[in-house]
């Protein structure tokens, strides 16, 4: 039977499965790493498709317009009619040159606005993207629910969109933040690495804990060898009950390793 993500009460819990939930903000959640409400994930989705397509549609708006063509071919046009009025060529000069000022305000103004809402949309979407990937990330660290909104406000003063991917920059906005190695740029899973330790109450207690040496852990002083059942390649949900039930300090020694 599928283990269910979320219980309003306790007492809904088979008992066999009660050690695998924990309680938060009211309801109990199934104890997993990586785990993100579906319905969440679904709605970050659906909004990020959404204005992708309606910035999509508003540059198709002005598609192969050259601003300068067209102020170009106004003025010829204008001419045209002028001289066809029967107007001398020095007043037609006077004319077209008070009829383009016109014009170019028109234009101006009409290209501020769609300018204005395109970089609205830009601005949204990358927040949407990067609050994405951030929280995918986080999640799989132990990131409490609640510090949503805090860790997606960090990383937008860090991470601007740059071909479409997260990129981290310092403080200015413009230079690159390297990573460990300090040759390439700094990725997601290092800056939340890095908020783990500077930012400790984002996540849960056991988040970042101790490694247990090639998926093995124990106390000081302990000579016992666990094979890790809270990593992917020997999950196994009936040793991580017994660990818990046994030696709980082990166990969140283990899945911190994991």
């Known amino acids: 039977m599928a283990l269910k993500y979320k219980y309003t009460g306790k007492g809904e819990i088979p008992a066999e499965h009660a050690a695998l939930y924990v309680e938060r903000e009211g309801a109990f959640y199934l104890d997993a790493e990586g785990v993100v409400d579906k319905a969440k994930a679904d709605e970050m989705r659906n909004h990020n498709i959404e204005l992708r397509k309606q910035i999509e549609d508003r540059d198709a708006r002005f598609a192969g317009v050259d601003p300068d063509e067209f102020r170009r071919l106004a003025e010829e046009k ?31 103004k009409q290209f501020a606005v769609v300018t204005g809402e395109r970089d609205s949309l830009t601005s949204r979407l990358t927040s949407i993207q990067i609050d994405q990937g951030v929280i995918t990330v986080a999640t799989k660290r132990g990131l409490r629910p609640t510090a949503i909104p805090d860790i997606t406000a960090r990383a937008r003063t860090v991470f601007k969109l740059v071909n479409g991917a997260p990129q981290a920059f310092e403080a200015d906005g413009k230079t690159v933040r390297y990573g460990k190695d300090g040759i390439t740029p700094m990725t997601l899973e290092e800056w939340v690495d890095a908020q783990v330790a ?25 000579q016992r060898s666990v094979k890790n059942p809270f990593r992917k390649e020997s999950w196994n949900l009936t040793e991580q009950m017994k660990l818990q039930k046994s030696d709980p300090g082990l166990a969140a020694r283990l899945k911190a390793a994991a």
Do not use: C, Y
């Open 78 to 108: 204008r001419k045209l009619e002028l001289q066809a009025q029967g107007h001398k060529p020095e007043e037609i000069d006077k004319l077209v040159t008070e009829r383009l000022k016109g014009l170019k305000a028109d234009w101006d």
């Open 198 to 222: 500077d930012a400790p109450h984002l996540f849960e207690s056991n988040a970042g804990g101790g490694a247990a040496s090639n998926g093995a852990g124990g106390a000081a002083g302990s």
